[in-house]
Structures are given as structure tokens and as C-alpha cells.
């Protein structure tokens, strides 16, 4: 079941800007993951976070992790339009072979 | 990461029919998944396909209608039964080692149903 909530469902900013994503969920986790999806095609890993760790970075990526709020933030910065995308929060409970559980997006628009 | 082939990545077929999607995957892997994508909405996880035994499935997917096998470490397959419009989706296949790694995905194949 989803559990997870993207804050906003929709963006739209101009090209070099930065952009912020927001994610929150409901239950513990093992770690917390972001993922890209390019017009319906399959998901591109991101970034990965542990739920011992605060903030990762990966190039123009951020993320950061609040366990008491449970909630994360994925920033990307310098934007430009090949980041046009839809971005997906997904968490992991852990305790064995669990699958995802994915929130409901952000649809970035980049524009140049 | 490993390498993963989904097949076929698009079709469209007539209500009352099945169609049977296949991933594979370029090395062993511990988990398979299965994840359905409904028309603008997010990924929702169907089932865990375990190797040598029946698939886990999540609330709400049954095995009749989304038989799933698993007959080794590298190959998996989902059949969607009776079509009807509202199994009008993308279907995923993920993998991963373990829970601590990430997951990656197959391009998906695109369900329409007449």
C-alpha cells in the first residue's frame, strides 16, 4: 500500500533554477529511495538513503532525511530541461525481501 | 547494476485474453518484484516473486488473477488474466540484492485493453 505523500504534485520553474521536492511517509524505514521516470518509461535510480543518515549527495542532487518528521526533500540544483520528469519517493521497511512502497510524485517541468 | 530486459515493452489486447510479461535479468539476483503503474498515478507493488516457491502478494493482487513464476535466480514472469480496461497499466519488474540496496527497474511494458 502507499504511504507516501509528494509535495508538490506538480513544478514548474525556469531552467538554471533550483528545485525541492518533498516526500513524507507514514511508517519506520530502512532506508529511503529516489527515483526518475521519463514520460512512463522505466524507473531510473536516483539516490539512496539510509534512515541512520541525515543528507547524500550525488552531483546536482541533495537529499535529506528527518526520521522524526518522517519525511524527506530531494533538491536538485542548476536545473535544466533534460530534468524534466516525474520524481518518486520510495521507502523500504526493511525486515527481509520487501518491495517499494512509492509515493505519489512530483511532475517537474523544467523550462527553457 | 544489472541489466534488465522486459518483454513486451507494449501491447494491446482483447478483453478476456491474458497476456504473460517476462523479465530477465543479466546476473542472479535475490529479489524480483512486480509493480503496477495505473494512467498518471504512481508505482503500486503487486507481488514478490520468490525463486522455487509461490509469489507473496501485496493487499489487494491475488494469484488468479496475477499468476507469477520464478524459476531461477535471473528469469521471472507475470501473467495479467482476464483482461478487462481497467488492467490498462504499465507493468514493472524491479531487482535487487538486498533491502539495504537500491532497486532497479525494467522499462516496463504498457498494457491496453480493447
Known amino acids: 500500500s502507499q504511504q507516501g505523500e509528494e509535495d508538490p504534485q506538480a513544478l514548474s520553474i525556469q531552467e538554471g533554477e533550483n528545485a525541492t521536492m518533498n516526500c513524507s511517509y507514514k511508517?519506520?524505514?530502512?532506508?529511503l529511495q529516489w527515483y526518475r521516470q521519463n514520460s512512463g518509461r522505466g524507473l531510473v535510480h536516483l539516490i539512496l538513503?539510509?534512515?541512520?543518515?541525515r543528507e547524500k549527495h550525488s552531483g546536482r542532487l541533495r537529499v535529506t532525511l528527518d526520521t522524526s518528521k518522517k519525511s524527506s526533500s530531494l533538491l536538485i540544483t542548476a536545473s535544466r530541461a533534460a530534468d524534466t520528469a516525474s520524481y518518486f519517493c520510495?521507502?523500504?521497511?526493511?525486515?527481509?525481501?520487501?518491495?517499494?512502497?512509492f509515493g505519489k510524485g512530483t511532475h517537474l517541468i523544467i523550462q527553457p | 547494476s544489472a541489466v534488465i530486459s522486459q518483454k513486451p515493452s507494449r501491447d494491446i489486447c482483447q478483453r478476456g485474453t491474458s497476456l504473460t510479461i517476462q523479465c530477465q535479468v543479466d546476473?542472479?539476483?535475490?529479489?524480483m518484484f512486480w509493480y503496477r503503474q495505473q494512467p498518471g498515478q504512481s508505482l503500486t507493488l503487486i507481488a514478490t516473486?520468490?525463486?522455487?516457491?509461490?509469489?507473496?502478494?501485496e493487499s489487494g493482487f491475488v494469484i488468479d488473477k496475477f499468476p507469477i513464476s520464478r524459476p531461477n535466480l535471473t528469469f521471472s514472469t507475470l501473467t495479467v488474466s482476464n483482461l478487462s480496461p481497467e488492467d490498462s497499466s504499465i507493468y514493472l519488474c524491479?531487482?535487487?540484492?538486498?533491502?539495504?540496496?537500491?532497486?532497479?527497474f525494467g522499462d516496463g511494458t504498457r498494457l491496453s485493453i480493447l
Open positions: 511508517t519506520s524505514i530502512n532506508n
Open positions: 516473486a520468490n525463486q522455487g516457491s509461490e509469489a507473496t502478494y
Open positions: 538513503i539510509r534512515s541512520n543518515e
Open positions: 546476473s542472479q539476483v535475490t529479489m
Open positions: 524491479s531487482v535487487g540484492l538486498n533491502s539495504n540496496q537500491p532497486q532497479h
Open positions: 520510495a521507502t523500504a521497511s526493511g525486515g527481509g525481501a520487501d518491495g517499494l512502497t
